[in-house]
């Protein structure tokens, strides 16, 4: 296997559930990052792990909980999601968060989650 | 603030050329990145620009002015397979990634 893996690719969830999404890098990759991909608008950073590191965008609400155990699997867990949560979730790593400013994201299939 | 600003969608025909606009305004400036998604698929890294003017990557290419905070992508003998999401992102001083969302390119036979 190589590059980023990303499970499930499909999710379907009811808002009182608990679930997780998984990504695995098999990159040798230092940092890995979670984002939100709604139709037609940008890509939104939710969590980065970089160096044991947690940076987090502080509009994401507290049903999404990130877990990073090493440099190469990061875990997204949810918790009693709303509809507005449905959307495509996307792992990616680099090599470095802030090293070379041309540092390019190697991205995960993504988890297209919906909430009922 | 900071934005980014490309087109929703565009159509081409197999066989033409199309260029893809991007306008960014960011705090700081630290490159301009292309990336590509087909449907259902991760996005892939197409082209960084950190100088201004044109780089050549086969029948991708990419283009910076700095001074007017612009990009485009060229694509060049389009193939049914170019049919897929462009996405634009500018990095700021922080390395910080901000992203457009994206124009969807229709190739038509």
């Known amino acids: 296997e190589t590059g980023v893996t990303q499970t499930p690719r499909h999710l379907v969830m009811g808002m009182t559930n608990k679930k997780s999404l998984k990504c695995e890098q098999h990159l040798g990759h230092n940092a890995m990052y979670w984002y939100k991909q709604s139709a037609k608008k940008p890509l939104e950073l939710m969590f980065v792990?970089?160096?044991?590191?947690?940076?987090e965008n502080n509009s994401v609400p507290s049903r999404f909980s990130p877990e990073c155990p090493n440099s190469s699997h990061s875990f997204l867990h949810l918790h009693t999601l709303q509809p507005e949560d449905s959307a495509l979730y996307l792992c990616a790593s680099s090599q470095a968060r802030t090293g070379p400013v041309d540092e390019k994201l190697f991205f995960g299939s993504g988890t297209q989650l919906s909430v009922l | 603030g900071q934005n980014i600003d490309q087109p929703t969608e565009m159509t081409a025909t197999e066989g033409a050329i199309v260029q893809i606009n991007c306008t960014y305004q960011?705090?700081?400036?630290?490159?301009l990145f292309w990336y590509q998604q087909h449907a259902g698929e991760a996005p892939t890294f197409l082209s960084y620009?950190?100088l201004d003017g044109l780089e050549e990557k086969g029948r991708f290419s990419s283009f910076l002015s700095r001074s007017k905070g612009y990009s485009y992508l060229l694509l060049k003998e389009l193939q049914m397979k170019d049919s897929a999401s462009y996405l634009c992102a500018g990095m700021d001083s922080n390395y910080q990634l901000i992203w457009g969302a994206g124009t969807k390119l229709i190739i038509k036979p």
């Open positions: 792990y970089s160096l044991e590191e947690r940076v």
């Open positions: 960011t705090s700081g400036f630290n490159g």
């Open positions: 620009n950190v």
